[in-house]
């Protein structure tokens, strides 16, 4: 006999809608206490809590949350790291996140966003007027938190990315157009021993990019330009050209842009846009659609849809375009490769 008690499997669905916050603030929690790199090997929850001076009982209970999320295993009283927790979330790993994933919290802009009042009385108008380095300001000072969020596993993924290029062996000089702080620059420049790059970004931006070009010894192979990228010059005769995340901001004129990138390359050069890109009517990938709420319910619509990067390339004299949507550590986004 059929219970009439059980409740449809969606209703799983709203209640981890529910369970989400407390799911964050435990992993975060979790990196913050250092757990992770405690538990490369197993130990019971008393020899955790004395190496790492906590009580005892409450890492138990925390522990045991952890299992439950699924980033400990435990057998037998023993705890220790799965994979994924031993990958991500380990200090002394080259693809650690944890700095990454609270940056990315901390910047939803979730927290101090009355979402209802938007909803029911709409923007307050300080969007009205606002594009390219105006609409980017309204975002902060983010230069050091994105130098946190770029380091480890960012840099590295994206490193990978760029490298795996065919033409990665035969470039000599790259831009970081909008490079932030720069470390996923120097860690492509680490890779090609012979090539030069120079990293974009605002003046304010660029004085954070030149500490990290001192802090890995790159002085002498990376340059930093600062400006507007849209009224100032960004250089010339570049093998590669990179842009992650910041043709948002251009989009009231993106052919405008993509035609100055295409001008500030070579012959046969390679221009790579990292981006969202909405589909389904913008409806997925549901992470960019979630994310950029805030935004675009205080009137800064800075959504990208899939295509608009890949047709501006086409429009502005690219050769060819190859697009893929890639699941990285920032969610689903789109790729975009135009060839010059």
């Known amino acids: 006999m059929k219970s009439q008690f059980n409740m449809e499997s969606g209703v799983n669905m709203l209640l981890d809608m529910i369970y989400a916050p407390m799911y964050t603030k435990t992993l975060f929690a979790a990196i913050e206490l250092d757990i992770f790199s405690e538990l490369k090997t197993a130990k019971l929850h008393h020899d955790v809590a004395k190496k790492l001076e906590l009580h005892s009982d409450n890492t138990k209970f925390l522990l ?33 996140i944890g700095d990454h994933l609270k940056v990315y919290h901390n910047g939803a802009g979730f927290e101090e966003t009355d979402l209802v009042k938007l909803v029911k009385d709409g923007p307050n108008g300080q969007a009205e007027g606002k594009e390219g380095l105006e609409a980017y300001a309204i975002f902060g000072d983010w230069a050091e938190l994105m130098k946190t969020q770029q380091r480890g596993g960012r840099a590295k993924e994206l490193s990978n990315l760029v490298s795996a290029l065919p033409e990665f062996s035969s ?40 500490e990290s070009v001192k802090e890995y010894g790159l002085e002498n192979r990376v340059e930093v330009l600062t400006g507007d990228y849209m009224k100032d010059s960004i250089g010339s005769d570049y093998d590669f050209i990179l842009a992650i995340g910041t043709l948002n901001f251009v989009k009231h004129d993106l052919d405008g842009v993509v035609r100055k990138i295409y001008d500030a390359l070579r012959p046969n050069g390679v221009f790579m846009c990292i981006s969202d890109g909405l589909t389904c009517e913008d409806t997925s990938p549901k992470n960019m659609v979630i ?23 086409l429009r502005n004299g690219f050769r060819s375009v190859y697009k893929q949507t890639i699941s990285m550590l920032t969610g689903d986004m789109d790729v975009d490769i135009a060839r010059k």
Request: aromatic share 10%.
């Open 291 to 313: 994310s950029w709420l805030p935004s675009v319910l205080k009137g800064f619509d800075f959504q990208l849809r899939q295509g608009e990067v890949s047709d501006a390339a």
């Open 64 to 96: 045991n949350a952890l299992v439950a999320m699924e980033l400990l295993e435990k057998e037998e009283g023993l705890y220790k790291n799965t994979a994924l927790a031993n990958k991500y979330l380990l200090r002394d790993s080259e693809w650690f």
């Open 171 to 210: 470039f000599k000089k790259m831009l970081d157009l909008g490079g932030g702080p720069g470390l996923i620059c120097l860690a492509i420049v680490n890779k090609h021993p012979e090539l030069k790059a120079a990293i974009f970004d605002t003046a304010e931006v660029g004085k954070v990019a030149m």
